[in-house]
Nanobody, 125 residues
Framework: QVQLQESGPGLVKPSQTLSLTCTVS??????????WSWIRQPPGKGLEWMGV???????YYSPSLKSRTSISRDTSKNQFSLQLSSVTPEDTAVYYC?????????????????WGQGTQVTVSS
């Protein structure tokens, strides 16, 4: 059974960088052909895909967030991380990490087979 767990600060000040880590158990983040995404849901809005790191380390980002987003991984810890720079209150959301069977299905929520429980991040001074 694959499990994903998000961790990181729940409160970030405007203009700072939001950093979250997803720890994966029950499966390796380097196993072909899985893709590991960050997805968020602002209050009262739908899910927003932010970006993905694939089993081979390749990364892809949402065009609307690309200039502020970076996803990396630590294979020794079986973790992948999100950094979102220059945050504003509009970045307040529940942030999820999730696994998709491959890169072809990352655009749709239904494409994911495992999700973390989500972590609330609030951007406020």
């Amino acid at each position: 059974q694959v499990q994903l767990q998000e961790s990181g600060p729940g409160l970030v000040k405007p203009s700072q960088t939001l950093s979250l880590t997803c720890t994966v158990s029950g499966g390796s983040i380097t196993t072909s052909y899985y893709a590991w995404s960050w997805i968020r849901q602002p209050p009262g809005k739908g899910l927003e895909w932010m970006g993905v790191i694939a089993y081979d380390g390749s990364t892809y980002y949402s065009p609307s967030l690309k200039s502020r987003t970076s996803i990396s991984r630590d294979t020794s810890k079986n973790q992948f991380s999100l950094q979102l720079s220059s945050v504003t209150p509009e970045d307040t959301a529940v942030y999820y990490c999730a696994r998709a069977p491959d890169l072809q299905v990352v655009a749709e929520a239904a494409g994911y087979d495992y999700w973390g429980q989500g972590t609330q991040v609030t951007v406020s001074s």
